[in-house]
């Protein structure tokens, strides 16, 4: 094949090439000049970010013969035969396919021969994390005092997964994600190399889909040049990356703070209509909302600056929003975010969410609050409470003047406390405290033991069935526990929920029917609610009242029938 790809094509001869690793050229560099030349590297972060490219730089520079020089001259036989890959003293290797012992074993057999066409053999380790820990081990005497004409150069994208030894023996380099701007020059620089005319937003909507990385925007390129030969636009980039298109997304979140629940709905329909994948369209969202939350706190970043110049309309939105907001925004789309890679239903779930969102901004769309029955008979009923609150106010301030008047004040021995409903932990709303206290009422301690002794072997079978069902249950423990049921107390909110999915309470309970040998059903709660509910004596406690005496006075005891305890305060 005559052609090449982007990647290959622009991919980095001299450290001045590479982009946005200042810190690590600059680095090196200097060791050059210096003579300062380690035996080991480590070269650590995320993909396409020029690792792999700068250790052949480095090969090239300690084996120029014009060097070791801060800059190979890529004009020598030795320069060269690198690049082209034809030198036999400079070895890269793919630990990914290459990982077992023995290749380490002959790299060892190997170092100790003097190179025979270059000054310094050079061991280029790429993903060096997939060795396994015997070919770690094999290489870690060679990796401490190797040969002095010998240098290795190991790469990762995952470097918390090398032992602490090989880490300690290297000097590490560790290389950033590209920033939006670098990215955005490369862009424009190979555009125009190759005759193409790009438009700024279409160059930094690339930019933001590489996400850091100069191969991902190369390819990304490579494919929009294909899309389109002579000029690109936002649409072109948007029809190859599958992108929400800038616009729709800016609409689409306008309706949102402004409450329009139906205009959401309709919204995210049209985007989904159009081929547009729900975590696409919740990544685009969030990443608007992100600039939204910029422009507010801190608008004088460059980044800023240049994105809202000319963008009337992303300016106006951001004044029409509040920071708070804002961060109740984003913390919606990032669990939203979170949990469509465990469900099947993305768009059920975005909808869910959006729609939340928009009914909370406290501007309902006009369209759908007057067919909402529900709140219609809601808001009656609280007027109606209010009415016979102020009745029976009213009536009680009535009743204090004639007494007043009278001279004949009640003076009770000790203050009473007012009569106040008791807190409930977060969300208890949504306990089955029925079903709590139905297992709770037939629950036996030998019962409990039982299930507490054997809640490994549960946790175990749930973990040969769905690790992510296990990696929820972890974080709860058996409570109470009768012949037919299981009181299952959680620490955090989000696994207690997740396991009350049908599907994922449905295999726990096979888990459990397995287990003990009987059919068990299984009723959560958070930790704080079960201590809650053991403080109450076992009962839930919907109110605190104060008892009756028989000389209460009647306006008290015609509230109480009215509004019921919780309402009712009593003052002197």
Not at 134 to 140: D, I, P
Not at 349 to 365: D, F, I, Q, T
Request: aromatic share 4%.
């Amino acid at each position: 094949m005559s052609y090449r790809a982007l990647y290959r094509v622009w991919r980095p001869q001299r450290f001045a090439d590479v982009v946005g690793q200042e810190h690590v050229t600059r680095t090196l560099q200097n060791a050059l000049r210096d003579g300062r030349i380690a035996h080991a590297y480590l070269f650590a972060g995320p993909r396409g970010t020029g690792k792999t490219s700068t250790a052949k730089i480095l090969a090239k520079a300690v084996n120029c013969e014009q060097g070791p020089a801060p800059e190979p001259c890529n004009r020598c036989a030795a320069c060269e035969g690198i690049a082209a890959g034809s030198v036999v003293d400079v070895v890269e290797i793919d630990a990914a396919s290459n990982r077992g012992v023995d290749e380490i074993r002959d790299i060892r057999e190997h170092v100790k021969f003097a190179p025979t066409q270059v000054r310094y053999k050079v061991y280029i380790i790429d993903e060096v994390h997939m060795l396994t820990t015997e070919a770690f081990n094999a290489l870690l005497k060679t990796l401490e005092e190797p040969p002095a004409h010998v240098l290795f150069i190991l790469a990762t994208t995952e470097p918390h997964k090398l032992p602490a030894t090989v880490v300690s023996r290297c000097q590490r380099f560790t290389f950033r994600r590209i920033g939006l701007v670098d990215l955005v020059k490369q862009l424009r620089t190979i555009c125009a190399e190759n005759g193409v005319e790009a438009d700024e937003r279409a160059l930094v909507r690339l930019a933001r889909a590489a996400d850091g990385g100069m191969r991902d925007a190369l390819s990304l390129l490579d494919q929009v040049f294909s899309f389109c030969s002579s000029r690109i636009t936002v649409e072109d980039v948007m029809a190859v990356t599958g992108g929400v298109d800038e616009e729709a997304a800016v609409r689409l979140l306008s309706l949102l703070i402004r409450g329009d629940v139906a205009g959401v709905v309709e919204g995210l329909d049209d985007l989904i209509a159009q081929g547009k994948d729900p975590e696409r369209v919740t990544k685009e969202l969030l990443e608007l909302c992100r600039e939204l939350l910029l422009i507010r706190v801190a608008p004088d970043m460059p980044e800023v600056r240049e994105r809202v110049q000319g963008d009337e309309t992303l300016a106006a939105l951001a004044e029409a929003v509040a920071v708070e907001r804002l961060f109740a925004i984003i913390e919606e789309l990032t669990r939203a975010q979170a949990e469509m890679r465990w469900i099947p239903h993305g768009r059920i779930l975005l909808e869910m969410v959006l729609v939340k969102l928009a009914r909370a901004s406290g501007k309902p769309s006009p369209a759908v609050a007057p067919a909402d029955g529900e709140n219609a008979a809601l808001i009656q009923r609280i007027a109606a409470l209010e009415a016979r609150l102020r009745q029976v106010e009213d009536e009680l301030k009535r009743v204090r003047n004639e007494r007043s008047g009278m001279g004949t004040a009640a003076s009770p021995a000790s203050e009473p406390s007012p009569v106040t409903a008791s807190r409930r932990p977060h969300d208890e709303a949504r306990v089955p405290w029925a079903q709590v206290e139905a297992v709770v009422r037939a629950a036996t301690p030998d019962r409990l033991a039982e299930v507490v002794k054997l809640w490994p072997k549960v946790l175990a079978v749930v973990k040969a069935r769905s690790l992510q069902v296990h990696a929820l249950l972890v974080d709860g423990r058996p409570v109470a526990a009768s012949a037919d049921g299981v009181v299952v107390a959680f620490k955090n909110q989000f696994h207690r929920d997740a396991t009350e999915k049908p599907p994922r309470k449905q295999l726990i309970e096979e888990a459990l029917r397995d287990v003990l040998g009987r059919a068990c059903r299984v009723v959560t709660l958070l930790e704080d609610q079960w201590v809650m509910h053991e403080a109450s004596g076992g009962e839930r406690q919907q109110g605190t009242t104060a008892e009756h005496s028989p000389g209460e006075d009647p306006i008290v005891e015609e509230a109480r029938r009215l509004v019921g305890d919780d309402l009712v305060e009593i003052r002197e």
